[in-house]
């Protein structure tokens, strides 16, 4: 029988109370000693999931202890995060920190039970009912360079389930556009990690928003958040396209 034991953790007029197994409460007391989430949280879920992040820079355990406590408070993943975040009414950068604490640990083995309820995870409403039949739709070049924001948002917050795609893709596109044959409509080149992990670096707006630069990049995005879904769901990319009508 795991004993578990509580452990509180403040941040202005919001606290936190934390139950742990009793094997590992007073590493977690340790580190809430140490904590320091910056400006006060104004729910109790952004604070918890400031803490799961302070945790997870300081060891894998207490991250895991912390992110299955998160869980049994909020009744995750029988409930989605999304869907919690959408309950506390987060303002965006409260809800895109939660749900950055949340799939952290989404490669950490020991973690898959606060991902999915069951071996066979059940699906979302939209995709279960026989009375709907989802459409998917890709959109075209926008004239903007808008869409890396949407792609860097995308890798801060599910980084650990596209942070390799992006990466992958990435580097193909950058060897791609060294063909002597369309070399020269790429003047700036095309490394979009490079663009996302550093934006000052991102070359200036007529040359994102041009169409051989936005096409591919667009694709990239789209993709990501496919590969965002059919991770989430628990689903193969086969899996999730017939789910499609």
Not at 7 to 17: D, E, F, H, N, P
Not at 35 to 63: K, Y
Not at 181 to 201: C, N, Q, T
Not at 209 to 221: C, G, H
Request: aromatic content about 8%; hydrophobic content about 45%.
């Amino acid at each position: 029988m795991i004993v578990y034991q509580a452990v509180t953790v403040t941040c202005g007029k919001t606290s936190v109370r934390i139950t742990v197994s009793s094997g590992i409460h007073a590493h977690v007391c340790d580190l809430a000693s140490t904590f320091d989430a910056g400006s006060p949280p104004t729910t109790a879920i952004e604070l918890h999931a400031r803490f799961l992040e302070h945790c997870a820079a300081h060891g894998q355990d207490a991250a895991l202890a912390i992110l299955d406590a998160m869980c049994r408070e909020h009744g995750i993943p029988s409930t989605s995060v999304h869907i919690v975040v959408q309950q506390h009414g987060l303002v965006e950068a409260a809800a895109q920190r939660v749900l950055r604490a949340y799939y952290l640990l989404w490669n950490v083995e020991g973690a898959r039970h606060c991902y999915f309820a069951s071996e066979r995870p059940s699906l979302p409403a939209l995709f279960a009912s026989c009375a709907t039949s989802p459409v998917a739709i890709f959109g075209g070049h926008p004239g903007s360079g808008a869409y890396l924001d949407e792609t860097r948002w995308l890798l801060d917050v599910y980084r650990p389930l596209v942070g390799d795609y992006v990466a992958r893709m990435s580097a193909f596109l950058v060897s791609l556009v060294e063909d002597h044959r369309i070399s020269h409509l790429y003047k700036a080149g095309l490394d979009v990690l490079e663009w996302l992990a550093r934006p000052e670096s991102t070359p200036d707006a007529d040359y994102v928003a041009s169409s051989p630069v936005s096409i591919p990049l667009i694709a990239l995005t789209q993709l990501a958040q496919i590969v965002v879904l059919y991770k989430a769901l628990g689903v193969s990319p086969g899996e999730l396209a017939r789910l499609f009508n």
